[in-house]
């Protein structure tokens, strides 16, 4: 069955960064495009980056995280600097039923893992 298995989530001070990883099994992963979601305390999920061919990020997100996926090692990897208070939220690792996506579809998931948490305070 597929399992998406978050790790590497903490606190930080603003300013500081983190790396997320995600370990994906039971099923090929170089098929599917990936994702990291958050869900902030009191919000809904919002996308944070995709990863198919080529990785795309939330407008407000770009240039402080980047989306990486390693197929040899089934591996999905968010990793975030420059955190801020607002970026505090549980982050979930992502699968698309298909290898891609659209703005329409890109909360669409067919699975996703438990999510870990990230807090930025000072």
């Known amino acids: 069955q597929v399992q998406l298995v978050e790790s590497g989530g903490g606190s930080v001070h603003p300013g500081g960064s983190l790396r997320l990883s995600c370990a994906a099994s039971?099923?090929?992963?170089?098929?599917?495009?990936m994702a990291w979601a958050r869900q902030a305390p009191g919000k809904g999920l919002e996308w944070v980056a995709g990863?198919?061919?080529?990785?795309n990020y939330a407008r407000s997100l770009e240039g402080r995280f980047a989306i990486f996926r390693d197929n040899a090692n089934n591996a999905l990897t968010l990793e975030m600097h420059n955190l801020q208070p607002e970026d505090t939220a549980v982050y979930y690792c992502?699968?698309?039923?298909?290898?891609?996506?659209?703005?329409?579809?890109?909360?669409?998931?067919?699975?996703r893992g438990q999510g870990t948490q990230v807090t930025v305070s000072s």
């Open positions: 992502a699968k698309y039923p298909g290898s891609s996506w659209t703005t329409k579809t890109k909360l669409s998931f067919d699975y």
């Open positions: 039971g099923f090929t992963f170089s098929n599917y495009a």
């Open positions: 990863i198919g061919l080529s990785a």
